[in-house]
């Protein structure tokens, strides 16, 4: 996954670009969960720390694992932070849920928050 986050990055630095040039005030912070090995960190960012989550998106970890990961939890643990009403949520993964049985985590969390993921 680790080669594909420089291009991720710079999609959402182009994107965020974009929408400053035509004025528009799309998104207003940002969340970034890190998964890997069965372990993830959830970290929030205002719109004023843009550059310290870019930076942060690029240092993701190159540590090689399985083909198999928790993701559901750390899905849901973004309903546990402040998030804008129907913001968007973006998933970047190489692997395989290890943990499909917490799928409800995620549709029961959002049912409130109604954010496309």
Request: with cysteine.
């Amino acid at each position: 996954m680790a080669q594909y986050v420089p291009s991720i990055a710079k999609a959402i630095d182009l994107e965020v670009q974009h929408n400053q040039v035509l004025g528009q005030d799309v998104y207003r912070g940002y969340i970034l969960v890190k998964f890997a090995n069965n372990d993830y960190t959830t970290q929030q960012y205002t719109i004023l720390q843009y550059d310290q989550f870019l930076n942060d998106l690029n240092m993701t970890s190159n540590i090689q694992g399985g083909c198999n990961d928790t993701t559901f939890e750390p899905i849901a643990s973004v309903f546990n932070t402040f998030i804008y009403n129907k913001s968007p949520l973006y998933l970047f993964t190489d692997v395989v849920p290890a943990d499909p049985d917490k799928w409800q985590l995620v549709t029961e969390s959002n049912t409130r928050a109604k954010m496309p993921v």
